[in-house]
């Protein structure tokens, strides 16, 4: 490109660079030589210019808190910009009075990458709440961009709004525009066969429980566990209370009692796995511990089917 202009040819250049650092990296297994590239790539490797490569790669620092808040910052300033430099273009003031909010153009390709990226920083910094609020205004602005319906869902399964997650992922199998539409269908299309596989596991394990199996069960959850998305928090949460369960049934309490470790590592309220934790704790012969998870659960939900009863027997038996 002799004769182009200093930002196209810098804009190539950055472009090729992407290109034989994502080449350059180790092949997982469903990642496939053609696979496109995710949108934060593109913002990491200067595609959107240097300072919005500073703040995307700052804003993931895993070292320094400090660091990753200023880059998240300095995501949100440059969305900001953009969308100043949107008003001025069709001659708005700025900032923009709430009368003319519905006047400001669609959002481009920039900014879509911008926010997603924003998004993922936010979810690798595990502000899974804020990244949701994030996702759900990329949604608002982007409705049928592939890529930020995957993301939303992604959010929404973090905070256990597995339903709402699971229809914004179906979505993104039919979005048809964004630049990066082929990454989310994808991205989606990976995660509901997932799904289908924790679905077939879980049968198999319900099968083998209700005809006493309850080692068989044990291993079918522990295969739907190994096919669940890292985001599917809930999901994760609950096959590990139900494993819990064929373990307890197998006599084998400190597994049970792991399992439900887990499963509260994810929701410190599960009710659930609070109770199946105290009734093993109990029939492992440690009452104190067994009260002090049966405490836990009546601050989560006194209602919980005989607790009151559950309680005088962890007391008796600790008098023992």
């Known amino acids: ?5 200093d930002a196209l040819l810098e804009s ?3 472009f090729d ?3 034989r650092a994502i080449s350059a990296q180790p092949k997982e297994p469903t990642i496939q030589a053609s696979q496109p590239f995710p949108p934060h790539a593109f913002v990491e490797h200067g595609l959107l210019g240097r300072r919005a490569a500073e703040a995307a790669l700052s804003a993931t620092n895993q070292q320094s808190m400090k660091i990753a808040e200023s880059g998240l910052s300095a ?3 440059l969305l900001n910009d953009e969308h100043r430099r949107q008003a001025r273009e069709v001659g708005l003031e700025w900032p923009l009075p709430s009368s003319s909010l519905s006047k400001l153009p669609s959002e481009g390709p920039d900014a879509l990458r911008l ?3 924003l998004v993922r920083a936010l979810l690798r910094c595990h502000q899974d709440s804020q990244a949701v609020l994030e996702a759900e205004a990329c949604v608002r602005r982007h409705p049928q961009s592939a890529a930020s319906l995957l993301y939303a869902g992604r959010c929404l399964l973090r905070v256990g709004r597995r339903e709402q997650g699971l229809k914004y992922l179906s979505a993104a199998l039919d979005g048809v525009t964004g630049p990066d539409h082929t990454w989310g269908h994808q991205g989606a299309s990976i ?7 924790v679905d077939k596991c879980k049968l198999a394990a319900e099968d083998a429980y209700a005809y006493g199996d309850f080692p068989c069960a044990a291993l079918r959850y522990g295969d739907a566990l190994t096919s669940c998305p890292a985001d599917d928090k809930w999901g994760r949460a609950t096959l590990h209370a139900a494993r819990a369960a064929c373990h307890r049934r197998a006599r084998d309490f400190r597994q049970a009692i792991d399992d439900c470790d887990s499963a509260l590592a994810l929701f410190p309220k599960y009710a659930r ?3 199946r934790r105290a009734a093993c704790l109990l029939e492992a012969g440690r009452p104190k511990e067994a ?6 659960l009546l601050r989560v939900d006194r209602k919980w089917p005989n607790l009151c009863d559950w309680l005088v027997r962890a007391h008796a038996q600790a008098k023992r």
Request: net charge positive; hydrophobic share 45%; proline share 6%.
């Open 12 to 14: 190539q250049q950055a």
């Open 75 to 77: 995501l949100r300033q």
């Open 291 to 296: 009260i002090q998870t049966l405490e836990t």
């Open 1 to 5: 490109l002799p004769e182009a202009p």
């Open 191 to 197: 995660r509901l066969q997932s799904f289908a596989t």
């Open 115 to 117: 926010r997603l990226t």
């Open 17 to 19: 660079r992407l290109a």
């Open 273 to 275: 796995a609070l109770f």
